[in-house]
């Protein structure tokens, strides 16, 4: 297994994250990226014949509610805290020209 993780990798990584590493968290980076990719090939060798594939550990079913309005329609309500308003809409001052 041994992966091995280039400068180069590492330098792109870094790029990708935004980040600035000293030689120090280059080197430290690319062990700790290497330890993960062992880990993931060590996952790979487990025999997983007969277990069922599963999106959640736990039994998770979708909760639809059904869709109700319960405030109705408070336009005029909402309207009469504007400064101004027209044809039912807030009127805002321009942004720009």
């Not at 990719?37 to 998770?60: A, C, N, Q, R, W």
């Not at 869709?67 to 400064?83: F, H, K, Q, W, Y």
């Amino acid at each position: 297994m041994a992966n091995i993780i280039s400068d180069e990798t590492i330098e792109y990584v870094g790029i990708l994250a935004k980040l600035e590493l000293s030689d120090e968290e280059k080197e430290r980076a690319k062990s700790d990226m290497g330890r993960m990719l062992d880990y993931i090939d060590k996952l790979g060798e487990l025999d997983t014949t007969g277990v069922e594939p599963m999106s959640h550990v736990f039994p998770v079913q979708n909760v639809f509610r059904e869709d109700m309005v319960i405030n109705g329609d408070t336009r005029e309500e909402l309207l009469s805290n504007a400064p101004q308003h027209k044809d039912g809409m807030f009127m805002a001052p321009k942004t720009f020209d």
